[in-house]
């Protein structure tokens, strides 16, 4: 008897585990070229921030998760409730969650820099916790803008990308978020600052006007003219994490 009910509990085990992970394994099919970019650019994001001797802590985990999951713990009022709507990082686990399904439609639209920018503004979230910076919105969100363009400052080569594209992506990043993230031109100003290409820096004071509206964004209304008016392909204003945030 003891046997049967054994062997009916082990049954129990396996099929459900087998159905989860046939369903991870379907779910990474589905897609696969978006994983890959996530991949290349999370492992090129960890590599430079373990080879970044300013910062003392290690690099954030990231994990992709579907559209849609449920959180429990810690991190669920990080989320959209406790549902997972888009990516997001979470200060209490210090982890990164991507959300594929999100990362996928803006790829397709905006190519890999679509990805990158996404993935470097949640490490700089998490850069930000780590030495607990604080800001208001929508300051908080364009020094993680800003910390994205130092970032993925010298990987555009490596990750097959451009800055004009990532830009782009800042341009239009307002629309698909949350309004306290700032208007497209000054996520744009925030991340060429980042980049070293403008003058500006990442530091508190710096966001503030930016988000006060007493900096001149007429030459970052649109792609087009920011390329017009800004080398992209120059770096005179080169930055460092920690240093662009006056730390």
Known sequence: MYSKILA????????????????????????????QVIEDTTAYLITTWEANEEIKIQPP??????????VFGSCGSYVTGD???????????????????????FETE???SAVAYVVAHEFGHAVQTAYDVW???PN???????LAGVFINEGTEALGITREDTIAMSNVAYAIGDPTHGTGEQRAYALA????????????????KLAEGKIDLA???????ISESVDLSATPYPKNVLGSMGL
């Open 219 to 225: 030459n970052f209304s649109t792609t087009r003219s």
């Open 8 to 35: 009916g509990l082990i049954s129990l085990t396996v099929i459900p585990l087998s159905a989860l992970a046939n369903s991870n394994f379907m779910f990474k099919i589905k897609n696969a070229k978006v994983f």
């Open 140 to 146: 908080h969100e364009l020094q993680a803008d800003c």
């Open 61 to 70: 985990q990231v994990i992709p998760i579907a559209q849609g999951s449920t």
């Open 83 to 105: 549902d997972v709507g888009g990516s997001s990082y979470c200060p209490a686990t210090h982890t990164i969650f991507l959300v594929p399904e999100q990362l996928k439609a």
């Open 193 to 208: 600052s980042g980049m070293g290409v403008i003058e500006g820096s990442c530091e508190p004071k710096q966001m503030a």
């Open 135 to 137: 800001l208001p919105s």
């Open 110 to 112: 905006f190519g890999k």
